[in-house]
Nanobody, 124 residues
Framework: QVQLVESGGGLVQAGGSLRLSCAAS????????AGWFRQAPGKEREFVAG????????YYKESVKGRFTISRDNANNTVYLQMNSLKPEDTALYYC?????????????????WGQGTQVTVSS
């Protein structure tokens, strides 16, 4: 069983930056693909970014390409989402997810483990 805990959310002005972290425990995260999803009020949860188990493969939702960067530190069982040039439409509850396979997916059913979410609010 993998437990995921997100942190790093907060309130930021448009154009600002935040870095989200996702810490996994108790077992090693190595080999598990991971992803970040988000859910805005009144909307469905959507895929934002994914990263393979080794960290060499990544994929992004079109609207965040060039602004967000997903990375991981397998030695410390942590996945990150660096978010730059934030926009009000990025406001959402951000979730970290992991799956017991080394290649990431882009849909919710492909993930086995979920964090509780961290709120990101971008003011205009």
């Amino acid at each position: 069983q993998v437990q995921l805990v997100e942190s790093g959310g907060g309130l930021v002005q448009a154009g600002g930056s935040l870095r989200l972290s996702c810490a996994a425990s108790p077992r090693t995260f190595r080999g598990y693909a991971a992803g970040w999803f988000r859910q805005a009020p009144g909307k469905e949860r959507e895929f934002v970014a994914g990263i393979g188990g080794s960290g060499t493969t990544t994929y992004y939702k079109e609207s965040v390409k060039g602004r967000f960067t997903i990375s991981r530190d397998n030695a410390n069982n942590t996945v990150y989402l660096q978010m730059n040039s934030l926009k009000p439409e990025d406001t959402a509850l951000y979730y970290c997810a992991a799956r017991g396979l080394p290649w990431f997916g882009r849909t919710m059913p492909e993930y086995d483990y979920w964090g509780q979410g961290t709120q990101v609010t971008v003011s205009s």
